[in-house]
């Protein structure tokens, strides 16, 4: 059965870095997209980047600062967020994408403090 974990979210202070890993228990190379999401206390899930073969895609709101890379020989899908915001903040999933079936993480907290 496959499986993704999210780690790497943490507190971080307004203009620092973190790095986010989705480690799929399969090979990360079985999904047609994989991408994060996040969502803030009271607001929706949001799409915040994806990854499709050498394709990627960001939100306009994170454009410039986030990138997302795959690594298949450690099965995992990498976001490297920069210049962070406080409205960055919230719990940060990753999703794989295969024919009809998707996959859910269990989320990791991004808190970041003005």
């Known amino acids: 059965q496959v499986q993704l974990v999210e780690s790497g979210g943490g507190l971080v202070q307004a203009g620092g870095s973190l790095r986010l890993s989705c480690a799929a228990s399969?090979?990360?190379?079985?999904?047609?997209?994989v991408g994060w999401y996040r969502q803030a206390p009271g607001n929706q899930r949001e799409w915040v980047a994806s990854?499709?073969?050498?394709?990627?895609k960001f939100a306009d709101s994170v454009k410039g600062r986030f990138a997302i890379s795959r690594d298949n020989a450690k099965s995992t899908v990498s976001l490297q967020m920069n210049s962070l915001k406080p409205e960055d903040s919230g719990v940060y999933y990753c999703?794989?994408?295969?024919?009809?079936?998707?996959?859910w993480g269990q989320g990791t907290q991004v808190t970041v403090s003005s």
């Open positions: 990854i499709s073969g050498s394709t990627t």
């Open positions: 999703a794989g994408f295969v024919l009809t079936r998707q996959y």
């Open positions: 399969g090979s990360i190379s079985r999904f047609d997209v």
